[in-house]
């Protein structure tokens, strides 16, 4: 036979928090600002891999060394932007 369900109890409340509000802000923090890192897309990757594929003859059997070594390349382009993409 099932056990019969047990009434929830909702949580006690402790009255207004007694935790101060932050007046300083936490190390690596930046004040609230959202930074957005730009991201490698999957088509600027399959476009240079591509380019590459296409420079080395179109020879068939590397398409992961070209895509590893279009991502390196596109890494490089937008560090040297100012920038470092997001993983």
């Given at each position: 036979?099932?056990?019969?369900?047990?009434?929830?109890?909702?949580?006690p409340s402790?009255?207004?928090?007694?935790r101060?509000?932050?007046t300083?802000?936490?190390?690596?923090?930046n004040?609230?600002?959202t930074?957005?890192a730009?991201?490698l897309?999957r088509e600027?990757?399959?476009?240079r891999?591509?380019?590459i594929?296409?420079?080395?003859?179109g020879?068939p059997g590397?398409d992961?060394?070209?895509?590893l070594?279009?991502?390196?390349e596109?890494?490089?382009?937008?560090e040297?932007?100012?920038?470092?993409p997001r993983?």
């Amino acid at each position: 036979m099932p056990k019969p369900a047990s009434p929830r109890m909702a949580k006690p409340s402790n009255g207004p928090s007694s935790r101060k509000p932050r007046t300083s802000l936490p190390p690596g923090s930046n004040g609230g600002e959202t930074l957005v890192a730009p991201t490698l897309s999957r088509e600027a990757l399959a476009n240079r891999a591509y380019a590459i594929y296409l420079a080395r003859g179109g020879q068939p059997g590397n398409d992961l060394g070209d895509w590893l070594q279009a991502e390196a390349e596109l890494r490089q382009e937008l560090e040297r932007a100012g920038s470092a993409p997001r993983e």
